[in-house]
């Protein structure tokens, strides 16, 4: 028999869906476009230019590209394979290492936490969007009700005062805007103000809840509704509207580069970008942020990889696409900053004032910084409609993938109990995280984001990545895992003992040496000069932990409870493949069985109640029982 067998004739579902259950993308590209949707991101735009400026220029991209390839492009590679081979989601993944299914349980508390504030990001972005629909933008001047007289128009008011006096231009913070004047050293621009005053009605504090901003409450309910719409029928709809989602922003990106480009002083926002600072290759902290950078962008450890490639056919080839997205992903990051810095190379020439003043990151370069520098263009609010919708798609990506990742791992888990159809799975879960979500719409809504922002995200996704890398490439054996991919895609992979190099030494090792360094690099959680009290920052730590205590605790569990014998018998049995660890569609798990057996290697140990259960689900009639069972045979080693 030859190594590759072919399968089967697939039963295929009036769609053309090889599996009848889950569903699958309607054509390839849907898949691909998905997946540069979720891999370029708000970080690409607002985080990663900063970071190269801040962290040497051009010699950031050095660590940049290495984290890319020895880290971020083998995890991209392996999350893809995972998903295809068992068509699961992030929790139900885990059959191929029942004992640490508390990692999936993980990933979707993390990724369902970062959906619920990451839509308070896409009200932002719509609530600016509809007002970019004026003659003049409401943040360009300071003749508006929410202005202070510390407001000050950069390039008009404040150019005069640079050339005037010797006092400094200071990025306005919330206590600035309120109790100082220009004449006290402080001074705010509009776009701080429209931002601070209008757009968040920022209170003093998380002890000041201050309501909800019923303005900001309404986008919110607005982007809840366009992503159900989205996702109302699974990937089939998500498969449709990624093909303008994912491609419209590098429209977007390439017209305001070239706008860019052509301004006075672009030129200079551009050199402050690239130009290199060797010696900055000598701080682990740089390296350390090029690293945590590709967990930002790229997106490894969240679930949302293996959850859009559980949809795809089994014989897919998946290693184009496991190279191709994680290049474009860190080419957009870098044409992303050329955008960014020649706008912010005019903004800084029209001022009179360094790059270094006008530079920033975060919520603060895509709501305050760009959008100011956006007013200096001639017909500012045709740039403006047209940045925030490039932010509306990129945002909208991100968060299809975040939101099917959660519903995926509550269909993959409890779909013989529901009955009422996925439709009805996707509207309860986008009206759950809406109602979790109501404070973020409060006027200490902007604090409350801080805090989850800074403790729930990152840490957590390095520890479930690791997980992953452990699992495939020691428990379950990084050779056997290349075996399945070449089963899966009838071809062998080049560079076999590059990827076990990787995933059993390389990506490990990395990936721990991270986590020490944010460990012992970790800073107080801040944001505008604000002391946040205690049981903030207790709370922020409860959410970091929520998403790694399932990982002991269920493995407790499953020692105790799901398995039988002595202490060691149970942890043997426990880290091996369960029963059901196969391809889905049982005409690829029939030709992958015999295939295995007839390469000389063994099944999955099964237990007494994982093969009543296997028989239960898998067979409608009692033929196909008494052949699954035959099946099933009990090998206890692999």
Not at 192 to 209: A, K, M, N, T, V
Not at 515 to 530: C, D, F
Not at 549 to 576: C, M, N, W
Request: proline share 5%.
């Amino acid at each position: 028999m030859d190594k590759y067998q072919e399968p089967f004739d697939q039963p295929v579902a009036k769609s053309g869906d090889e599996n009848i259950k889950r569903g699958n993308w309607s054509k390839k590209l849907d898949f691909f476009l998905s997946c540069v949707g979720y891999a370029v991101g708000m970080g690409n735009i607002w985080r990663f230019p900063y970071l190269c400026y801040k962290n040497g220029g051009g010699a950031f991209l050095v660590p940049y590209l290495v984290a890319l390839f020895t880290c971020g492009l083998p995890l991209f590679f392996m999350e893809v394979a995972l998903g295809q081979f068992s068509s699961c989601g992030a929790v139900e993944i885990w059959k191929i290492c029942p004992i640490l299914k508390g990692v999936g349980y993980g990933t979707v508390i993390v990724t369902a936490v970062c959906c619920i504030y990451y839509n308070l990001l896409l009200a932002y972005i719509l609530f600016y969007f509809f007002m970019s629909f004026t003659k003049s933008l409401p943040w360009e001047t300071c003749n508006n009700d929410w202005n202070t007289p510390a407001c000050v128009q950069r390039g008009v008011e404040l150019l005069n005062i640079t050339n005037t006096t010797e006092t400094p231009f200071y990025m306005g913070t919330t206590a600035a805007l309120v109790n100082s004047t220009p004449g006290a050293g402080y001074i705010a621009t509009p776009s701080e103000e429209y931002w601070y005053h209008y757009i968040l009605e920022i209170s003093d504090g998380l002890h000041e809840f201050g309501g909800i901003h019923l303005k900001l409450l309404g986008f919110f309910i607005l982007g809840y509704i366009i992503v159900f719409l989205c996702l109302s029928k699974g990937v089939k709809s998500t498969g449709k509207v990624v093909y303008f989602t994912a491609t419209f922003p590098y429209i977007i990106l390439t017209i305001l580069f070239i706008r860019g480009i052509t301004l006075p002083g672009a030129l200079n926002g551009l050199y402050y970008y690239f130009v290199p600072e060797w010696k900055e290759l000598l701080n682990i902290n740089v390296w350390g942020s090029a690293f945590i950078q590709i967990f930002y962008s790229l997106g490894p450890g969240w679930g949302g990889v293996i959850t859009m490639a559980s949809y795809n056919r089994f014989n897919y080839d998946l290693i184009g696409v496991s190279f191709i997205v994680p290049v474009i992903n860190s080419a957009t990051s870098i044409f992303a900053g050329c955008v960014i810095f020649s706008v912010l190379g005019y903004m800084a020439e029209v001022a009179n004032v360094p790059i270094k003043d006008v530079a920033s990151n975060g919520p603060g370069l895509a709501f305050v910084v760009y959008p100011e520098a956006l007013t200096h263009l001639p017909v500012s609010p045709l740039w403006a409609v047209l940045f925030f919708f490039m932010l509306l798609t990129i945002c909208l990506d991100s968060q299809f993938v975040m939101i099917e990742t959660v519903i995926t791992a509550v269909w993959d888990t409890f779909a013989s109990k529901l009955q009422s159809g996925k439709i009805w799975v996707t509207l309860g879960v986008c009206v759950c995280m809406f109602i979790i979500g109501l404070p973020f719409t409060s006027r200490a809504g902007s604090y409350l984001f801080t805090i989850v922002d800074w403790y729930s995200a990152i840490f957590s996704a390095m520890v479930i990545a690791l997980a992953e890398v452990i699992v495939v490439g020691w428990v379950y054996g990084a050779e056997r895992f290349l075996d399945d991919i070449e089963f899966m895609i009838k071809r062998p992979i080049a560079g076999r003992i590059l990827f076990i190099a990787l995933w059993k030494f390389v990506v490990p090792a990395i990936i721990s040496s991270i986590l020490v360094l944010t460990a012992i690099s970790h800073m107080p959680v801040s944001y505008l000069n604000y002391d946040f009290p205690t049981w903030a920052i207790v709370f922020g730590w409860v959410l970091a932990m929520m998403s790694i205590i399932p990982i002991p605790a269920y493995a407790f569990y499953y020692l105790v409870f799901e398995e039988s014998g002595d202490f060691i018998t149970r942890v043997k049995h426990s880290l091996q493949p369960s029963a059901d660890w196969a391809p889905a569609v049982e005409r690829n798990r029939a030709d992958y069985r015999n295939w295995r057996t007839n390469n000389g290697h063994n099944l999955p140990h099964v237990i007494p109640h994982e093969m009543h259960m296997m028989i239960k689900t898998e067979n409608n009639s009692k033929n196909d029982s008494v052949q699954a069972a035959d099946h099933y045979d009990p090998y206890i080693e692999r």
